[in-house]
């Protein structure tokens, strides 16, 4: 991709054609980046007050550290499920699990963003398999094992993926919110 601000050289045509595609690659990718990293600070705000209110022995750094790792080996995930006594109605703690997944395919993105230009790499291609081998039929038809970006192993930002991200972070922080509301 040519630096997209470098448009004194370019033609009326080729204005149209940055603005189309270029605009709406650079507007997906920061708004992708941006939300998974405050859903992210949100839960890591909520996992290490979880930890001073169940375990009030831990010490500050304690804490920090592990609020440092929350995401390693699914800390938060395991921490958050057995602790907090949120349960689904119809399906006990897989529902909720299976939120995590979801969501933690969106942090596989990000972090592809981030991290190596938007190329999935081995180690997100083996969390993705491990997570849709650990699912059901509904969490696996979602699941972006099924998209050609796990197959291209690369991940295109378009207009699916903006509204598509919105959607799902908009209903996984809704879901979490009327959870601890109900439950906690």
């Not at 909720?96 to 963003?113: C, D, G, P, V, W």
């Not at 081998?133 to 972006?144: C, H, P, V």
Request: some cysteine; hydrophobic content about 35%; glycine content about 2%.
């Amino acid at each position: 991709m040519q630096t997209f601000f470098r448009t004194s050289q370019l033609k009326k045509s080729d204005l149209i054609e940055k603005y189309s595609k270029d605009t709406v690659e650079i507007v997906t990718k920061s708004y992708v980046v941006n939300s998974v990293s405050l859903v992210d600070f949100a839960f890591e705000a909520i996992y290490g007050y979880m930890l001073e209110e169940q375990e009030p022995e831990l010490s500050e750094s304690e804490i920090l550290k592990r609020v440092r790792a929350s995401w390693s080996n699914d800390n938060l995930i395991i921490y958050f499920i057995s602790t907090s006594g949120i349960q689904d109605d119809n399906e006990g703690s897989r529902r909720l699990k299976q939120a995590f997944q979801n969501y933690k395919e969106y942090r596989i993105i990000r972090h592809s963003l981030v991290h190596s230009n938007g190329k999935l790499e081995d180690k997100h291609i083996n969390q993705i398999d491990i997570m849709y081998a650990e699912s059901d039929e509904a969490r696996k038809a979602k699941s972006i094992k099924n998209s050609p970006m796990y197959t291209d192993r690369q991940i295109v930002l378009d207009m699916n993926i903006l509204l598509g991200s919105r959607q799902f972070l908009w209903l996984f922080v809704t879901y979490f919110y009327n959870a601890i509301n109900n439950y906690c």
